[in-house]
């Protein structure tokens, strides 16, 4: 076997476990119980064979697509603040959070059986969703974007209620409204 054949299936099998992880998202989003693994993999485009070659259980894929979650917010952050000022940043952060939340709705009953078996560290998720918003609120205090006496705790504590009584997608011109109003209380008095 030449080199060129053996990165070949390397290279679909991450094209086939990138497709199932956004499928299954996406899916997750919508979704208003769990959808089976069966139409995650048609809708992938893949055989259901390859959706458990990639993840043995429901809990595996629930895991990396929590994860994967996790990563797009904490990256998310650094990323905007590269592109945008921080207070601009902070709103997009915003939405971020939102569709992360959204994502829960496909997989919550075993997300929650997950994080109450240990097998997802909620805490750990906690403080690196805290560290993220931080990032931001310092550059904004920095930049004076952002008021000083706001904690990365009274943000994510005002996004979960945002979220709770405006659940995205069905409910996006609510959720985005209340998130406009959040940065509007998060500016410095004057600005």
Same mark, same amino acid.
């Given at each position: 076997?030449?080199?060129?054949?053996?990165?070949?299936?390397?290279?679909?099998?991450?094209?086939?476990?990138?497709?199932?992880?956004?499928?299954?998202?996406?899916?997750?989003?919508?979704?208003?119980?769990?959808?089976?693994?069966?139409?995650?993999?048609?809708?992938?485009?893949?055989?259901?064979?390859?959706?458990?070659?990639?993840?043995?259980?429901?809990?595996?894929?629930?895991?990396?697509?929590?994860?994967?979650?996790?990563?797009?917010?904490? /990256?998310? !952050?650094?990323? &905007?603040?590269?592109?945008?000022?921080?207070?601009? #940043?902070? +709103?997009?952060?915003? $939405? =971020?959070?939102?569709?992360?939340?959204?994502?829960?709705?496909?997989?919550?009953?075993?997300?929650?059986?997950?994080?109450?078996?240990?097998?997802?560290?909620?805490?750990? /998720?906690? !403080?690196?969703? &805290?560290?993220?918003?931080?990032?931001?609120?310092? #550059?904004? +205090?920095?930049?004076? $974007? =952002?008021?000083?006496?706001?904690?990365?705790?009274?943000?994510?504590?005002?996004?979960?209620?945002?979220?709770?009584?405006?659940?995205?997608?069905?409910?996006?011109?609510?959720?985005?409204?209340?998130?406009?109003?959040?940065?509007?209380?998060?500016?410095?008095?004057?600005?």
């Amino acid at each position: 076997m030449t080199e060129a054949e053996t990165r070949a299936p390397r290279a679909d099998a991450t094209r086939n476990r990138d497709q199932l992880l956004a499928v299954a998202t996406r899916m997750f989003v919508s979704a208003e119980a769990e959808p089976s693994m069966r139409a995650i993999a048609r809708e992938a485009g893949v055989g259901i064979a390859t959706l458990y070659r990639h993840f043995p259980t429901r809990e595996s894929l629930v895991d990396a697509v929590y994860r994967d979650q996790v990563v797009r917010l904490t /990256t998310g !952050a650094r990323e &905007l603040l590269g592109r945008l000022p921080p207070a601009a #940043a902070m +709103r997009r952060w915003t $939405d =971020l959070f939102g569709d992360w939340i959204a994502t829960k709705n496909g997989m919550l009953d075993t997300l929650l059986a997950m994080i109450e078996s240990g097998e997802i560290a909620h805490a750990q /998720t906690r !403080a690196e969703l &805290l560290a993220a918003i931080t990032t931001i609120l310092d #550059a904004g +205090r920095a930049a004076g $974007d =952002l008021r000083s006496d706001v904690t990365a705790e009274d943000i994510a504590a005002s996004l979960i209620g945002i979220f709770t009584v405006a659940p995205r997608p069905e409910h996006e011109a609510k959720a985005s409204r209340l998130l406009n109003l959040l940065m509007d209380g998060l500016r410095p008095p004057g600005a």
